[in-house]
C-alpha cells in the first residue's frame, strides 16, 4: 500500500503517529527530575510492540525515499494535567469544554508546571527514534489540536502554545537535536490564532519549520497565511496536515463520491489557492483509532485482514497528488464558473502547465484562455474522475491561440495538462 501511496498517488510526504493516538505512555513519571532522562524506564518504552511496529513502518518509509514528520496526538499523562484552566475563550470542538449531564469532568489541562516533564517525555521519544530507531526524519509536531481536548490532545490554550513549545525546543538543543523543525500547531479549529504568539518569540521561532492547520470545513487557510506573511518569518512555509472529511460512518458510494472525493479536493484546491505549500490527506487507510474507540473509516485506502484496496476518493485525490509534482509553481487562475474550484501550476521540471479542478454543478461546456505569450501547450490533456471514472485519460483538447473548450460531466475532478512549446 504504501509503495502504491508514493509510486502511484504521488506522496511524497507522510505524518505518522508513532504512539496510537495518545501521549500519555510515561504513565508512571520516570523519575523525580525532568532535566535527567532515566533510560532503564525509556528504553522499555520505547522497544515495546507499538512503538516497535511504528519503528519498523517509519524505517520502511525511509527506505522509499520518504522522510515522515513524526507527529503525536492524544492527552497527555494524567500526572502532567490539572483542571485550574478558565474557561477557553477560543474556540473548541463540541464538548471539549463543559462535560455532560452526570459526567465529571476529565483532566484535560496541561499544566504549566510540568512543561518540563511533558518536554522530557515527549522529545526522550525523538532522541530513541534518532539514536536507536534509526529514523531519519526533520520535521516533529509534539502536540495535536489541543483546542480539540480531552481526545485529540491536551488542552493548551493559544497564549500557553509559545511557552510549551519554548520548553521543548530548548530541551531539543539540549540533547543535540537542534537540527529537528517544530510543527505548530496542528489546530482543529482553522480560525483559532495560535500562530501569532509563537510569530512573536524569535527564538522559538529559529526552531519552528513549518504551520500546520487542519480543516473540515469551508475555512481554510489564507488569514493564518497572512498573518505569516506579515510577520518577520515570511519565509517560514504553512501546510495543511489534515484535511478530508469527517462523515466517516456513512459508508455509501453517495458520501464517497460528494464529500470525500468532491468536497475534500475542493477544500484542497482551495488551501493551495490560499498559499498552503503542502497537503496531508487524512487518512491513509481506515483502522482503529483509540480516542474515537472505535473502527474509523477515513482511509483513502479499505482496510481487511491487511488487505488494502482503494477507494474512489484515491482516484480523485490522485488527479491532484499524481500530476502536480513536487517543485511545481502555483501560477495564477480564475474561474466565473458557479461550482467550480479551480488550481494552476507550472512544472518546471517537465516543462508542462497543469490545471486541476472540482466542478460540482454548473455548465457542462467549459472555455479555458491561457494568457497571450510566446510558451503556450498546442493540446490539453484530460484526465477525469467521476462517478463511473477513475483518474482516467478521457481526450486530447486542441488549443488555438490559448483558447480550448472542453466538455465535462455535472460533477467531475478533473486535471488538464499542457506540455509547453
Known amino acids: 500500500m504504501f509503495d502504491r501511496l508514493i509510486n502511484d498517488l504521488g506522496a511524497t510526504m507522510f505524518r505518522v503517529v508513532a504512539y496510537l493516538v495518545y501521549s500519555n505512555w510515561e504513565e508512571v513519571n520516570d523519575n523525580d527530575d525532568p532535566k535527567v532522562m532515566n533510560w532503564e524506564y525509556y528504553n522499555d518504552r520505547y522497544s515495546g510492540p507499538i512503538f516497535e511496529a511504528s519503528w519498523a513502518a517509519l524505517r520502511h518509509l525511509n527506505s522509499l525515499g520518504i522522510r515522515p514528520v513524526i507527529a503525536l496526538m492524544g492527552p497527555a499523562p494524567d500526572w502532567m494535567l490539572d483542571d485550574n484552566a478558565p474557561p477557553p475563550r477560543h474556540k473548541v470542538c463540541q464538548g471539549s469544554a463543559v462535560p455532560g449531564p452526570g459526567k465529571t469532568a476529565p483532566l484535560t489541562h496541561l499544566n504549566p508546571a510540568m512543561y518540563d516533564e511533558f518536554a522530557e517525555e515527549v522529545v526522550s521519544m525523538v532522541v530513541y527514534a534518532r539514536t536507536q530507531a534509526h529514523i531519519d526524519f526533520e520535521y516533529f509536531s509534539p502536540f495535536n489540536e489541543t483546542d480539540c481536548y480531552p481526545p485529540e490532545g491536551p488542552r493548551i490554550d493559544p497564549h500557553e502554545v509559545a511557552p510549551v513549545l519554548e520548553v521543548i525546543a530548548r530541551r531539543l538543543k539540549m540533547e543535540g537535536l537542534g537540527d529537528i523543525k517544530l510543527t505548530v500547531a496542528d489546530q482543529a479549529i482553522i480560525t483559532n490564532d495560535y500562530i501569532s504568539p509563537v510569530l512573536t518569540n524569535p527564538e522559538l521561532m529559529k526552531q519552528v519549520g513549518v504551520f500546520t492547520l487542519h480543516t ?22 504553512v501546510w495543511l496536515t489534515e484535511y478530508g472529511d469527517l462523515n466517516d460512518q456513512d459508508k455509501t458510494a453517495e458520501n464517497d463520491w460528494k464529500r470525500f472525493s468532491l468536497a ?26 483509540e480516542c474515537a474507540r472505535r473502527l474509523t473509516f ?35 487562475a480564475q474561474t466565473d464558473v458557479p461550482g467550480l474550484t479551480v488550481s494552476a501550476f507550472r512544472d518546471g521540471s517537465a516543462n508542462a502547465l497543469v490545471v486541476v479542478g472540482v ?12 494568457p497571450k505569450t510566446d510558451v503556450l501547450p498546442n493540446v490539453w490533456e484530460l484526465y477525469e474522475t467521476s462517478r463511473t471514472l477513475d483518474c482516467m485519460k478521457v ?27
Open 264 to 289: 475534500a479536493n475542493r477544500r484542497a484546491l482551495t488551501a493551495l489557492n490560499q498559499g498552503a505549500s503542502a497537503l496531508f490527506f487524512f487518512n491513509a487507510f481506515d483502522d482503529y483509532e
Open 395 to 421: 481526450d486530447t483538447v486542441i488549443i488555438k491561440e490559448g483558447v480550448a473548450q472542453i466538455d465535462l460531466p455535472d460533477e467531475v475532478i478533473f486535471t488538464l495538462i499542457g506540455t509547453l512549446k
Open 216 to 237: 473540515y470545513g469551508e475555512n481554510s487557510v489564507g488569514p493564518q497565511v497572512e498573518r505569516v506573511r506579515r510577520s518577520q518569518h515570511r519565509q517560514i512555509p
Open 298 to 332: 477515513y482511509g483513502l485506502f479499505t482496510s481487511a485482514n491487511h488487505v488494502y484496496s482503494p477507494k474512489k476518493r484515491y482516484y480523485a485525490t490522485r488527479q491532484l497528488y499524481h500530476f502536480v509534482r513536487p517543485g511545481s509553481e502555483r501560477v495564477a
Open 359 to 370: 466542478k460540482e454543478g454548473g455548465p457542462n461546456q467549459i472555455q479555458i484562455v491561457l
